[in-house]
């Protein structure tokens, strides 16, 4: 059986690609609470792109299942050590980055930004 490369207790931050300029710029940060081949479960809370440049979270917490096989989602590893609940999403020098305003920040507009 192949080595799982995503563990059970993970965070996660789930970036989901748009098919159309026009489709919802969507993010998925949780925790990693079941895995099995290419599918993980998550639970967390769903990101939404508002209309200045950053991203506004869903107060209501759910769990998701996302095919990692699928090719529609780009999946990064935050550290342990982060409390998800502390995140934001902030624009520094023009790059989209996502913060606990301490140690920890994630520049995603690596990709482009249009995620």
């Not at 789930?14 to 079941?34: N, P, Q, S, W």
């Not at 290419?38 to 200045?52: F, K, P, Y």
């Amino acid at each position: 059986m192949p080595e799982q490369v995503i563990a059970v207790g993970e965070n996660v931050v789930i970036i989901t690609k748009r098919a159309y300029a026009d489709d919802l710029r969507r993010h998925f940060i949780g925790t990693v609470t079941a895995c099995s081949g290419s599918l993980v479960r998550v639970e967390g809370h769903a990101w939404i792109a508002n209309n200045v440049g950053g991203y506004e979270r869903r107060n209501d917490r759910r769990t998701r299942v996302f095919s990692l096989s699928y090719g529609g989602e780009v999946l990064l590893i935050v550290p342990p050590s982060v409390d998800l609940a502390k995140l934001t999403y902030r624009i520094v020098t023009g790059r989209l980055i996502i913060t606990d305003d301490t140690d920890f920040s994630l520049e995603i507009s690596e990709f482009g930004g249009n995620y």
